[in-house]
């Protein structure tokens, strides 16, 4: 998975049904000029003040900018830095100016008890890891993953071991100081649909 695609196409999306919007005041052909077509964005801003002084408001009928009004993340009852359209931005951003975004998966063994107790790794003088699933490719829950096997030491008295629970993973991605989780992008994508939804009835069929 490519965030910055995601990223880009969620932004793009909005921008592009901003375009539309636009054309219904001016031809495309003056939009399109320099200095106009630059001003042409679906805002994404933190207060009201900033998006009344936003470059595409003169672009807009009454009824599109309505809408387009009350899903901007100051008129939500949340911490406006955690709407899923600061954070699209945020990302969008990154990685356009900055960097690409990497990602990474940490696997919890907490919820894992076995029976016998688990011997200590060091213990073991000869460790052969046999990867079973190609990297690259997706999984699905059950997949085996890697086979080991331990070598060197006495086999504990009981052969069998009993092994109850099933490992958590938790993938993040992002850059720098700023972490998101997989579920930031089922957010985004929720609230572009929505607003993308919302600004169709105002364009013609």
Known sequence: MIVGDIVHNLRSALD???WLLAGQTKSFAELNK???????SFPITRSRPEFEAHK???????????TVAVMQPY??????????LILLNELWNTDKHRTVHGGFAAVDLAPISFQPAAVHIEAFEDL????LHPPGEGM????????VRFGGAAAPPAAKVDVKGKPTAQMMFG?????????TLDLM???????????????DP
């Open 75 to 84: 008129e939500l009852d949340r911490p406006v830095q955690h709407h899923p």
């Open 140 to 147: 699905e829950d059950g997949t085996n993953i890697a086979r």
């Open 34 to 40: 320099p200095g106009v077509r630059e001003r042409i």
């Open 128 to 131: 052969q890891t046999e990867w």
């Open 56 to 66: 595409v408001i003169p672009f807009l009928q009454p009824a599109p900018l309505s």
């Open 175 to 183: 850059s720098g100081q700023i972490a998101f989780y997989p579920r």
């Open 16 to 18: 592009q049904a901003t």
């Open 189 to 203: 994508a929720g609230f572009v649909d929505t607003i993308l939804a919302a600004l169709a009835v105002h364009l």
